[in-house]
DNA sequence: CGCCCGCGCGCG
DNA sequence: AAAGCGCGCGCGGGCG
């Protein structure tokens, strides 16, 4: 972590010198003030949103379409805050977090945080450590396994999805779950209408926003910004998508109307979820509500089932013929610690016992992955 | 100096 | 006017 540290650094030096060349003049690469001083005082960029209390935005999406037009600092401070975020947050701060007599990391759980019944990791949080980038996974790769031990990790595939096709009772989301087709392509599919050997890396890609923004509730607008096409066209993917799946839009219209009659929504075990701005007079407050009730149904349930499977999980490592202890969960993934030896049966027992916390109208699959390391056993 | 807020961004 | 859900944390900046 520490040579780590000290190649961020360096990056973050050599950026800082390029940002000094094209500005003209030194200044604090992580001060949102100083920045848009220099972006839109002193170059001139368009300010393309303002935050909440009307500062010129510098957020990561301004910056990017600012990169687009052609301008070169936008990139540099990117490029500056995601090795400084990497630096302060992992790198810097986690070696301090190593208890002296464990020699391990101690995150602690919170189970009444979160409004979907989420568990939340803190102190420090290890639900947000890096695997998106090359970069992020080596931070990743410094979780290992004792010697003669190994990390097991072991993830829902796609658990909200096939809880909006449970709830929806939606013919084509549930057959394509059946088929164990990937889902983005079979949307992507439906969506683009053409054969699933026929689907573009650029339309699986749109319809994994799709699947993603219908579980958020996301808008065409939303849709659009995220795809970069425009507003029509975005909108024109949605209606697609509920034409051919006339269940999840039938469901979303369901769900959002038992909100307003009832005040909250429930998962599939019926644990509640109140929404009391869900009849506000503001209309921003009433949306947000809504979005809460499209999405707490499935985050929530989903929380539901991993909690079940973490206790059947536990009870199986307290098999004293079972060498494995369950050490971390992030939401749909457990990892566990197993002797080496032990792997596949393990794996057997935990991944079953996993498929079997819920008995849902699709099959829960999960994938699994073994290594020295967490990025390894990904 | 400690505390709080807004912003920005890491993850699912 | 706003326009995607749920978290936690580091930083800059302002305040008492």
């Avoid at 989903?302 to 060498?323: E, F, H, Q, S, T």
């Amino acid at each position: 972590m520490a040579e780590q540290s000290r190649e961020l650094a360096t990056g973050m030096e050599s950026l800082a010198a390029q940002a000094f060349e094209v500005a003209g003049e030194a200044f604090n690469l992580g001060s949102p003030k100083q920045l848009q001083e220099v972006l839109y005082d002193k170059l001139g960029m368009p300010a393309l949103r303002k935050t909440q209390k009307g500062q010129r935005s510098t957020a990561e999406p301004v910056l990017q379409e600012l990169a687009s037009r052609g301008f070169d600092l936008p990139r540099i401070i990117l490029e500056h805050r995601s090795l400084s975020k990497l630096k302060s947050t992992y790198t810097d701060s986690l070696p301090a977090e190593i208890n002296q007599r464990t020699g391990r990391i101690h995150t602690s759980y919170n189970q009444a945080v979160a409004a979907t019944g989420r568990l939340s990791s803190a102190d420090p949080n290890l639900q947000n450590i890096p695997i998106r980038t090359a970069e992020g996974r080596r931070i990743r790769q410094a979780f290992v396994a004792p010697p003669g031990r190994k990390l097991v990790a072991a993830d829902y595939s796609q658990i909200e999805l096939r809880i909006m096709a449970h709830l929806s009772g939606d013919e084509g989301l549930l057959s394509a779950f059946d088929g164990g087709d990937d889902i983005h392509r079979a949307t992507a599919a439906e969506v683009f209408g053409c054969g699933l050997d026929a689907v573009s890396d650029d339309q699986r890609r749109s319809a994994k926003a799709i699947n993603f923004g219908l579980i958020y509730g996301m808008s065409a607008f939303g849709l659009g910004q995220q795809l970069g096409v425009s507003r029509h066209v975005a909108d024109e993917y949605i209606e697609r998508y509920f034409d051919r799946y006339p269940g999840v839009h039938a469901y979303m219209e369901t769900i959002r109307a038992q909100a307003h009659d009832d005040g909250f929504v429930e998962t599939v075990f019926g644990r509640r979820l109140y929404l009391p701005e869900i009849n506000d007079r503001n209309r921003m407050r009433r949306q947000a509500a809504e979005r809460t009730a499209i999405n707490a149904p499935m985050q929530g349930s989903a929380a539901d089932i991993i909690k079940r499977a973490m206790l059947a999980v536990d009870a199986y490592c307290a098999d004293p013929g079972v060498d494995a202890a369950m050490i971390m969960q992030v939401h749909d993934e457990l990892v566990l610690e197993v002797a080496e030896g032990a792997e596949d049966t393990v794996i057997d027992g935990v991944t079953g016992r996993m498929r079997d916390a819920a008995r849902l109208s699709v099959e829960l699959v999960v994938d699994v992955g073994v290594g020295d390391n967490w990025d390894e056993a990904h």
